[in-house]
């Protein structure tokens, strides 16, 4: 049952900047995958590094929850980990309360590092708590001797105060309309079932969930952990949190490093037909990796579901759409290339469980767990001005679903998704922020969310901006251990790559 007065942000696109020039007509190249040498900046920056300063008085409580952490990660952590967590109350910033109402917003302290690094992940993934714990495995260990990862639930997701308003049967539809069906009317139905619930639940609160107001989360969280400026790392879309950040407290930017960008540009044809592209392109990539004829092998579950979709326990449909959804999500996490690889396999021969484990934190949802999918959302179109007519829709999708004959008709539907959603009466910042620090960007050459075209796009317009290029697939260039020393460089010894930086797959 939607839970009303719940007051959970997502993000907003806001800016960014560091600082040095564009990249170099030859960018130095990082040889089989080795740490990234200490190259100089592209150009000298009017704004150093802020110095890294130990906490005053900090007046966040941590409580242990190390056993339970390692719990949730479903895997084992080093030892040398250990993880606590704590709540932070922030303004909900209700536009038609303002300041009145707070939100609990749920904090995991990742490591004993005297320095804290504020962890941010796409509202679409993994709750930043259980992102940082997961993080803290895999960066390089000499990170978390200087640095403790504060992972960030953000508002309506994860532990923090749970955004839970679309109904259940609403969100089957919304994740399994078949992106083949040139009939949009189901899909705008359900958009319109989400919005309407969603607005009665939530009341005038439904648009305080964006980036530039979980921006003012994060100045809470560095005020409780006693920093004079915030050092944070965020995943793919949570970048923009801190671009906004960024907008709104200019003069408490600390070391910032972005794991791929959301792509800034207003034309919406070529930002989804590059999402597409990165997306087709993620799937030829897994096939080589895993040594399957991807393409085919998806066309094969996709069309056995489209004669004979399945319902899953609780009732939700698993059908074409939702099994594309379900590559998508796999392919994000170069980690679960095998596991994506075996639910495949079965799926051809009728066994949906693999593909369904990847969509199930979308599809379901309680308030201990909520679903992902209102948090995404409420984020994505509080974050967006565009609202393109049902019939533009439809043409987009036809054009796409030409040249991108997978994942062409996919990519536009969380236009019809927002469609219903009442329309962001406020200005989006830009990219120009100036005056700030150096600010790392890295960009993955096959990201099928955050899509590299688009992460360079973002990266020009962020006049401090520096970006390391990693040449692998999957989303977000950390699992590179070349691309990870290079965030451990800027981060611990203030070392600011040369703009271009490429790193080998």
Known sequence: MPRRGLVLAVLLPALLAGCTAGPSKRPPVVENDEPVSSAPASSATDVPLPPLTEPRSPALDWADCDAQTRNRLGAEAPGYLRFSCGTVMSTLDDPALPGRVQT??????????????????????????LYAARLASVLPPALLQRF?????????????????????DTRSQLLNQDPADDDLEPLLDAARKAGQQCAIDLGGAQQAFDSWRTAGDLEEIRGELGVPKLHALAHGEGSQVLISYA????DRVGRF??????????????????????????????GRAVGQDAAATVNAVVERLR????????GAVFGAGTALRAVVTGLADRTRWSELARALDAGRAGDVRGLAAFVSPMLNGSDVAPSRLDATLATECN????????????GLTTQLRGRYPVFGGLVTQRLAWCLPWPARTESLPTLGTSGLPPVLVTSTLTDPVTPETGTVRAAQQIPSAVRVAWQGAGHGALGSPCAAEAVRAFLVDGKVPADGTLCPA
């Open 104 to 129: 609990r917003v749920s904090v995991l302290k990742a490591g004993n590092g005297a320095i804290p690094l504020v962890v941010v992940n796409d509202v679409a993934g993994e709750p930043g708590t």
């Open 148 to 168: 403790s990862l504060i992972g960030v639930d953000r508002r309506g997701t994860g532990e923090s105060d749970p955004l839970s308003c679309v109904p259940e």
């Open 247 to 250: 907008a709104r407290f200019p």
């Open 257 to 286: 490093a972005m794991d791929g960008i959301p792509d800034p540009s207003s034309d919406t044809v070529t930002v989804l037909g590059d999402l597409a592209a990165a997306q087709q392109a993620t799937l030829d990539a897994y």
């Open 307 to 314: 004669a004979a979709p399945q319902v899953l326990p609780g």
């Open 383 to 394: 974050d967006t001005v565009v609202r393109m007519p049902a019939d533009q829709i439809a």
